[in-house]
């Protein structure tokens, strides 16, 4: 099925511990991008990339990175997972950012 | 900077009734555009319509409709024949035109739909 797919949907890791986020699309969407959402605060972003080869950061970057190699992956690294890192975490991906497509979501708990 | 606000944490509304979800926005930008997306339990976002700010006509799409009051810099989302179905967390968001992708969401706002 197209549209965009987020491994894994659960994630438990321990304080200092890296791991990354997968997000693939194969709708050849050009925009891609991460959100995290927490309790009472909706979603914000993370980092974003408007083309492989180009990213730049969002709202809340600290502690992420992301690289963009091809159209379709835009995987999310955590460097040293920290327990303010736990979130559930959302892809999303646009053509020209006119309507989104959302990953299912990461649910990332940090202990 | 940008910033988006739903005053509204909770709202209910009957079964078949009528509800109406609050948004206001604060930009210096003349061209934009505006969403609303849900969110049910199930927490997959899902798009509910889309406003180009350039537009003078509100968006539509079947019971789902906007009042996009630009002026005033507000964006309400009107729910008719409201279903059980409805009962969702509903985000207002909005994106500059040019080339960004940046989506800046309120806070939400929780619908209960009660039968």
């Known amino acids: 099925n197209a549209g965009v797919t987020q491994t894994p949907k659960f994630q438990v890791l321990k304080t200092g511990q890296s791991m990354t986020l997968q997000c693939a699309q194969d709708m050849n969407h050009e925009y891609m991008s991460w959100y995290r959402q927490d309790p009472g605060m909706g979603l914000r972003l993370i980092h974003y990339s408007v083309g492989a080869g180009i990213t730049d950061q969002g709202e809340v970057p600290n502690g992420y990175n992301v690289s963009r190699s091809t159209t379709e992956d835009f995987p999310l690294r955590l460097l040293s997972a920290a327990p303010s890192q736990t979130s559930v975490y959302f892809c999303a991906s646009s053509f020209g950012g006119l309507g989104y497509t959302f990953g299912s979501g990461t649910r990332l708990t940090v202990v | 900077a940008q910033t988006v606000t739903q005053s509204q944490p909770e709202m209910s509304v009957q079964e078949a009734e009528t509800v109406t979800l609050s948004c206001t926005y604060d930009?210096?930008?003349?061209?934009?555009?505006l969403f609303w997306y849900k969110q049910p339990p199930s927490r997959q976002m899902i798009l509910v319509i889309r406003?180009?700010?350039?537009?003078?006509q509100n968006a539509t799409e079947n019971r789902f409709s906007v009042n996009f009051q630009k002026a005033a810099k507000s964006f309400s989302l009107k729910i008719s024949d409201s279903q059980l179905g409805d009962a969702a967390m509903y985000f207002c968001a909005y994106r500059r035109p040019y080339n960004t992708d940046k989506l800046i969401f309120g806070t939400g706002t929780r619908l209960q739909v009660f039968p």
């Open positions: 930009t210096s930008e003349s061209d934009y555009y």
């Open positions: 406003q180009e700010a350039y537009k003078q």
